[in-house]
């Protein structure tokens, strides 16, 4: 079964993708927590904007709380944008040192052709479809744009189907694949050859 053995290979890469950006959210929450636990630097940072408020109390107490709101904005932000480097970075290493990441490589799958462009550029578009759009979405909710969070997000369900629905056809490749000139090759799966043309005496 090539197509479930293709579905078992994404599961596996995107389970680690998730485990990373578990980590990342631990690390991201314990950075925000951080921001109201540090008692002296929130005293000196309210303190100042007491001192240069002229007697506004409410502004000082507001910058304040839009200070640690955009901090906290900008923490997630970074977290979003450690996950893709990241999940690119893994899809791209894999392809170029080995031509296969960790899933399809115990399911015994390879792509092929590799080289360093065409491994970059089949990462690139599989780390659009599987995290960053998704990530783009996650990133406009936050900075409060929901009607544009919605349709990105309505963007990355299409794109994602996009990519994955063709590995049910008849030649199995994705739209990482053919943008990327790559197929998808091993054990039960077999590389579509071109028909050679028909001689007519």
Not at 16 to 33: D, P
Not at 164 to 180: G, Q
Request: net charge neutral.
């Amino acid at each position: 079964m090539p197509k479930l053995r293709r579905a078992v290979a994404w599961f596996i890469d995107f389970s680690l993708v998730l485990a990373l950006a578990a980590g990342l959210a631990v690390l991201t929450f314990h950075r925000m927590t951080a921001l109201v636990t540090d008692v002296p630097e929130l005293a000196t940072h309210g303190g100042l904007d007491l001192l240069t408020s002229h007697g506004d109390v409410v502004g000082a107490s507001e910058h304040l709380g839009l200070s640690l709101w955009n901090q906290a904005v900008l923490d997630v932000e970074e977290a979003f944008g450690a996950l893709i480097a990241a999940t690119f970075l893994y899809q791209w290493g894999c392809l170029a040192l080995a031509g296969r990441t960790v899933g399809k490589g115990l399911l015994g799958l390879r792509i092929a052709p590799v080289a360093a462009r065409r491994a970059a550029v089949r990462a690139a578009v599989t780390t659009a479809a599987d995290i960053a759009i998704y990530a783009v979405a996650c990133v406009l909710l936050v900075e409060g744009y929901f009607v544009a969070s919605v349709m990105v997000w309505a963007l990355a369900v299409v794109v994602f189907l996009l990519n994955a629905l063709p590995v049910l056809a008849p030649t199995r490749r994705s739209v990482a694949d053919r943008v990327a000139g790559t197929t998808v090759t091993g054990f039960g799966i077999s590389t579509p050859v071109a028909t050679p043309p028909v001689r007519t005496s």
